[in-house]
């Protein structure tokens, strides 16, 4: 079975930026739609962006919209998340997933629609 390896994440400062990395174990699954989503201690997960495999199509969260950029390496098997003017309100753990079925597009910030998901990697801002 597919695994999702996030990494990148740290301490920063507000403002900053950081690039975070999701490596699949398996470069040959299929994916349909790879999403990142965060969880703050006490607030359910939140969509924060994500990208529809066939036509690089990308989604932003409003809160993020301008600050994140999603993208893929197809010759390294790995999905980003570039995150720029880093915010204290942006410290959570950031997941990677990735929908490996046919989804609606309109349910890309959805969680339910991915069926793969990494451990997660913690982001910490400091004002």
């Known amino acids: 079975q597919v695994q999702l390896i996030e990494s990148g994440g740290g301490l920063v400062q507000a403002g900053d930026s950081l690039r975070l990395s999701c490596a699949a174990s398996?470069?040959?699954?299929?994916?349909?739609?790879m999403g990142w989503f965060r969880q703050a201690p006490g607030k359910e997960r939140e969509f924060v962006a994500g990208?529809?495999?066939?036509?690089?199509?990308?989604y932003y969260a409003d809160s993020v919209k301008g600050r994140f950029t999603i993208s893929r390496d197809n010759a390294k098997n790995t999905v980003y998340l570039q995150i720029n003017s880093l915010k204290p309100e942006d410290s959570a753990v950031y997941y990677c997933?990735?929908?490996?079925?046919?989804?609606?597009?309109?349910?890309?910030?959805?969680?339910?629609?991915?069926?793969?998901w990494g451990q997660g990697t913690q982001v910490t801002v400091s004002s």
């Open positions: 997933a990735a929908a490996g079925a046919p989804v609606y597009t309109t349910m890309i910030q959805t969680a339910r629609a991915y069926n793969f």
């Open positions: 398996e470069r040959t699954f299929s994916r349909y739609i």
């Open positions: 990208l529809r495999w066939n036509d690089d199509f990308t």
